[in-house]
């Protein structure tokens, strides 16, 4: 059984941390609760984007069996400023950074090279995306480069979401390159393989219950059009926030109330800010989710999820229902496409005039069989190279 330290997306630990003294990192006995407009904002600031739970959660699930320390990534920075970084290291066997779309120009990632170059001990890198295959043109940002001579390390193994990423790490001389998808794709297979074969048999006209995520506020074209295509009498639709409230203030209608979430289901109750328009959409309930477990209780209820958002449609797919996503840009391609999950391009989408019956036409191109082929394939390289790593 190999000591694993686990760090850098954000876990829901992170949401009880107590106190934090050298490496270890005291739990609160009962979590806070979160119930007011500051709770919610508050949690958001731990998340950043609450899909981002899913990926730690995936990569937990996957290494089961071995024993995971769970160190937030700010407690490292800590450590290295006390000059504790050395003493951490030995305590472990391997360092597991679980990321995501990090080969981003926005994003600044001197840190990340800084504490994992510190804690000098062989690391698992899992799994690094794009965000626009332009930021990849003459190697990437400064901040992009710095990072991946860190890559470069013999002890470093990298996972990535997709080719693109692969093919780039690989051309910029990282030799332990692995191409595979988010970890949370491959965290409850049997139900992601039920989904697509659950895709293939969708009516649309039967659907009664939706589950809708993307960029509501962002613009008509993201959400806002989804939501009027589904608006019938007998219909009832979810719109799932992730990060809009941090992004685009869709709570600050309500930034003094004490009372807007209920945590036991999700719900979001009052007003909700689009853009420039406060609404009381009586068509739409909407949710928000700080635990993984919950909501894929929750959307159990669904009979459909369609949106922009991998993880708000992934999280479906991990209980079996099925999911159309609508694919907006490269980084969503390029972890599609990883394991072959079927898409819609997005300016496909909103040209369609009839969205009803063009989810009728698609569902009927879906080859469930190609798709379970493919994905535990893909999923048994994964295990596979993971598990040899650690062994």
Not at 149 to 166: I, P, Q
């Amino acid at each position: 059984m190999a000591r694993l330290l686990m760090t850098g997306m954000p876990s829901v630990e992170d949401l009880q941390v107590r106190r934090a003294h050298s490496d270890e990192i005291g739990l609160a006995d009962k979590r806070k609760g979160i119930r007011s407009y500051d709770d919610v904002m508050e949690c958001l600031g731990v998340a950043r984007n609450t899909g981002n739970f899913l990926i730690t959660e995936g990569a937990s699930i996957l290494l089961d069996g071995h024993a995971i320390t769970y160190i937030p990534f700010w407690r490292l920075m800590d450590l290295a400023d006390d000059g504790a970084l050395q003493d951490l290291s030995k305590q472990f066997d391997f360092c597991i950074f679980v990321t995501a779309n990090i080969l981003n120009k926005d994003f600044h990632l001197d840190r990340e090279a800084r504490i994992l170059s510190a804690l000098d001990m062989p690391t698992i890198v899992m799994s690094v995306g794009i965000q626009r295959q332009s930021d990849l043109r003459g190697g990437g940002s400064e901040s992009v480069k710095r990072f991946v001579e860190f890559l470069k390390r013999g002890a470093t193994h990298t996972f990535t979401r997709g080719a693109v990423a692969a093919d780039f790490l690989r051309s910029s001389g990282v030799a332990n390159v692995h191409e595979a998808s988010c970890p949370s794709t491959f965290a409850f297979p049997d139900e992601t393989v039920k989904s697509v074969h659950e895709l293939r048999q969708v009516s649309p006209e039967q659907i009664r219950q939706v589950w809708i995520n993307g960029y509501l506020g962002a613009g008509p074209e993201y959400s806002v059009e989804d939501i009027a295509a589904f608006s019938r009498p007998g219909v009832e639709i979810d719109y799932i926030f992730q990060d809009e409230p941090l992004l685009l203030g869709s709570l600050n209608a309500q930034s003094d109330s004490q009372h807007i979430y209920d945590e036991s289901n999700g719900l979001l109750m009052g007003p909700i800010t689009l853009g420039l328009e406060t609404i009381e959409d009586t068509r739409v309930r909407f949710r928000m989710f700080f635990s993984p477990s919950l909501w894929r209780h929750c959307v159990g209820d669904a009979q459909f999820l369609i949106g922009r958002r991998f993880h708000g449609n992934l999280v479906g797919m991990q209980v079996g229902k099925p999911a159309l996503f609508i694919a907006h840009d490269e980084r969503v391609v390029e972890m599609l496409s990883a394991i072959g999950l079927p898409f819609v391009d997005a300016d496909q989408w909103a040209s369609e005039p009839n969205k009803l019956r063009f989810i009728e036409g698609f569902r009927r191109s879906v080859d469930p069989t190609r798709f379970e082929e493919t994905y535990r394939r893909k999923r048994e390289q994964f295990v596979d190279r993971l598990l040899r790593l650690i062994g």
